[in-house]
C-alpha cells in the first residue's frame, strides 16, 4: 500500500465503518426501544466508538511499502501520515 492510499483509508474507513455501525443501531432500533435503550444515543457513541476502533486498527496494523527497502513502514505516533521503516528505520 503506498502512503496516498494509506491517508485515503484512515480518512474514509472510520467515516464509512461509523456509518455501517449507525446504519445496524437504525435497524435494531425497535428492539433497543424495547430494552429502554434510546437508539440516537447508542448511534453517537456507537458511531464515535467504531470510528475511533477503526483509525486506530488502520494506524497501528495496515502497513505502507517502505520507498528506501521495500519493508513494512507504521504510521508514527503524533505525526500525521508521516512513517516508520521496521526494517531500516527511516522515516518518510
Not at 456509518?19 to 443501531?25: K, N
Not at 434510546?38 to 497501528?60: I, K, S
Request: charged share 15%.
Amino acid at each position: 500500500m503506498t502512503s496516498s492510499q494509506h491517508f485515503a483509508l484512515s480518512f474514509f474507513g472510520p467515516v464509512f465503518m461509523g456509518g455501517f455501525c449507525c446504519g445496524f443501531i437504525h435497524l435494531i432500533g425497535s428492539w433497543l426501544e424495547r430494552h429502554h435503550l434510546p437508539p440516537l444515543v447508542m448511534m453517537l457513541v456507537g458511531g464515535v466508538g467504531v470510528a475511533m476502533a477503526t483509525r486506530w486498527f488502520v494506524r497501528n496494523c495496515i502497513s505502507v511499502a517502505c520507498p528506501f527497502c521495500g519493508g513494512k513502514s507504521y504510521e508514527i505516533p503524533d505525526r500525521g501520515n508521516r512513517f516508520m521503516c521496521r526494517v531500516c528505520g527511516k522515516d518518510h
